[in-house]
């Protein structure tokens, strides 16, 4: 396991401040910086701190200013130009923000499809055990990032490179990578553009009925004011959004599980366990519905990225407010979870509609809630679905800008920033048009994206920490690690098996009307 906080065996690291937009240092030049010199100046001072008092108080004055603002570890200049890293601004509150709007969702209205498949009791013991196993799994990514002396790791997949090498890490952690971030801004775009469309229904009653706009222009709108959205230039800038979209989060599920349990259950509720025609069948089941659980754990692909946003000294490392923010963020979402899965189970059982807990209430309690809750619920997960999708697709945002930067050598203009943003967006809504079906694979997605929660989190500590052959920290990573890697396997096959069993058509350029 990690050496205590209290006798690391090695300096903390620090990181230097951004570089002003606009300017530039020579790639492979040293970044002039005082505690770079200052730190040439104690190593000489130190040999010698010994002979006298003077001596000793000049070391010791060097020592405190080091570990105030010494500067020790170097990188690309061209990080100040990017997205993620173009403010350092960051603290505890802000990683409570971005961790919470990250790792909390419409997934979360998912859970109670799981629990048909498995029971109460499996079904409580599998999402307990989820929690924890992804809790442990980001709190390796928070030590990892400033592990390696001199080098911060500002992003998922530089950190898969330095742990399994360069061209296998970009392999291993671009696919999923990738699908977490502009995946999830197109599934933004169906669950939020469907639900601005149910909003507008609940409100207007039968005297919008139907619908005087279609599902694809419903889809453009929500498109439209995520692009305006996007405009802000870094992540820092996005924290009030993502207090927003974290608040929105916690009222919006807090209502679906209360209403549902406050009103009376249907009639032919049934919590009885779903009988299979074989033992095949059954696992394949079981399987789909342990990936709805995996894929409700998500934002692990951007604690590195919220990480370093965050100024970090000797004395003040960033792992201790980052850690700090996302205690409480995960609190927060623990007490969302584990109501939102059983509450829903109990409230629909094996009723409970695909759409999860949002379907379920405008399909059971339309006629006895009133309209205004259900169209408070629906605005919600809008905003919610507004506020996620910037802070999924700063990542992407930052690669485009991180290729434009390397091949210019200067920083993108408003302009640039801004064509790439549009593009994005309404790339986005084209991938959402013509796969109108993405946002019901979740538990092959789920399967396919598990690793990078729960298992290469594990053996990145494991080739970057090395720890003691045979101890029970090497035990325990390579452990979950090869465990997460088979539940990976295993969850795509129970969710390539969903659809075959449920007759899914793949209804391309098709959306509901």
Known sequence: MATPEGAASEPELVSIPATPHGLSTPEGAATPTTGAGSDGGGGRSSKGGGAGTPGRRVVDGLRGYLEEVGHLTRLDPRDAWLPVTESR?????????????????????????????????????????????????????????EAVPGRRYNRYVE??????????????????????????????????????????????GPLCSPSPITTVEWYLVFTSLAVILSQL??????????????????????????????????????????KSASFGTSLFSTLNALGIVAFAFRGHNLALEIQATMPSTFKHPAHVPMWRGTKVAYLLIAMCLFPVAV?????????????????????????DTPRGLLAMTCLLVVLN?????????????????????????RPCSPWVRSGFRVFYGFLSLFISVA??????????LGGLT??????????????????????????????????????SLAFSLGGVWSIVSNGMKFKFFKPPN
């Open 89 to 145: 601004g960051g603290n505890a509150r802000y990683a409570a923000f971005h961790s919470l709007n990250a790792g909390l969702g419409f997934q979360a209205l998912l859970l109670p499809l799981a629990f048909p498949g498995l029971g109460w009791s499996w079904g409580v013991i599998s999402l307990t055990i989820a929690y924890c196993w992804q809790l442990y799994t980001l709190w390796i990514l928070v030590k990892l990032h």
């Open 159 to 204: 950190l898969a490179q330095a742990a399994f090498g360069e061209k296998l890490g970009m392999w291993l952690a671009l696919f999923p990578t990738i699908y977490l971030s502009a995946g999830t801004a197109t599934a933004l775009i169906l669950v939020g553009g469907e639900t601005m469309k149910l909003f507008f229904q609940i409100v207007c």
């Open 233 to 274: 230039p870094n992540l820092n800038s996005i924290a009030g959004l993502s207090l927003i979209g974290g608040a929105t989060a916690i009222m919006y599920c807090t209502m679906s599980w209360v209403l549902s349990v406050s009103q009376p259950r249907p009639a032919t509720v049934s919590y009885d366990p779903v």
């Open 343 to 367: 509450g829903g189970y109990w409230a629909y059982g094996n009723m409970m509609p695909p759409g999860g807990m949002l379907a379920a209430l405008y399909a059971f309690h339309s006629h």
């Open 385 to 409: 679905c507004l506020s996620s999708f910037q802070i999924y697709s700063m990542p992407v945002f930052d690669s485009f800008e991180a290729y434009y930067t390397g091949r210019t050598n």
């Open 435 to 444: 796969l109108p079906f993405l946002s019901s694979l979740a538990g092959l």
């Open 450 to 487: 598990l690793p990078v929660t729960f298992a290469y989190p594990c053996f990145m500590w494991i080739h970057v920490k090395k720890p003691e052959r045979f101890s029970f920290s090497w035990y325990l990573n390579w452990g979950l690690g090869l465990l997460g890697t088979a539940f």
